[in-house]
Nanobody, 120 residues
Framework: QLRLVESGGGLVQPGGSLRLSCAASGFNLNYYSISWFRQAPGKEREGVSCINSSGDSTNYSHSVKGRFTISRDNAQNTVYLQMNSLKPEDTAVYYC?????????????WGKGTLVTVSS
């Protein structure tokens, strides 16, 4: 079965950090660009960050640039999203998605999401 599984979410205080993981099962993630999205209650889904298949090109939304870092370990078939200086407005369900080339649109595979709550 081809799937993506996110992990690493949880409750963190403002200013804290979390690292999300996106692991692939049933297919080789190495050939895919990976995008992270988030969706807060009552809001539209937002593209947060993307990394290409080789890991040498990344991009970030304005809202997270300078605080989040995307990376990948192709040997582990996993992509990471390191989130620092978290704010309450970062609270959302975070999803990873894979596409054979390109970011944010026309994704081939989706994970089910992991909840991040930033609150004191």
């Amino acid at each position: 079965q081809l799937r993506l599984v996110e992990s690493g979410g949880g409750l963190v205080q403002p200013g804290g950090s979390l690292r999300l993981s996106c692991a692939a099962s049933g297919f080789n993630l190495n050939y895919y660009s990976i995008s992270w999205f988030r969706q807060a209650p009552g809001k539209e889904r937002e593209g947060v960050s993307c990394i290409n298949s080789s890991g040498d090109s990344t991009n970030y939304s304005h809202s997270v640039k300078g605080r989040f870092t995307i990376s990948r370990d192709n040997a582990q078939n996993t992509v990471y999203l390191q989130m620092n200086s978290l704010k309450p407005e970062d609270t959302a369900v975070y999803y990873c998605a894979a596409k054979n080339g390109g970011c944010y649109y026309g994704m081939n595979y989706w994970g089910k999401g992991t909840l991040v709550t930033v609150s004191s």
